[in-house]
């Protein structure tokens, strides 16, 4: 199943030659077409115009008898009612002010450490 076998696909290629597993490729080539003459336009014979209806004639409108005037009415002002006065309310007499809380006292800050002496390397067996 390679370059030399004549049965299969890519033998055909290395051969050059075509068969049923590798068909020739259609070419498409552009069909010339031929010129059809361009026929003139005749102009149409126009269509008589249609005839208008008659209009038939408006009946008079009746006569609107006038409506009587409505007199205005005067505007009667509200009587707001008046509220009780509410009593007014005495303030509380404010508590004694407590006493300020203490500062807190600062704690003693410790002695700085002294570095510590660095550690005998190991010897690395050879």
Known sequence: ?????KKSRRGKIILGSYGVRRPRKKTD?????????????EPKDKK???EK?????VKPVKEVKPVKEVKPFKEVKEIKEIKEVKEIK????????KAPKAAKEKKEVKEEKTAKEAKPKKEKKS
């Open 1 to 5: 199943m390679g370059k030399g076998d």
């Open 29 to 41: 080539k552009p069909e010339i077409k031929p010129v059809k003459a361009i026929k003139e336009k």
């Open 48 to 50: 008589p115009v249609k």
């Open 53 to 57: 209806k008659e209009v038939k004639e």
């Open 90 to 97: 005495i303030a509380k007499e404010k508590t004694a002010a």
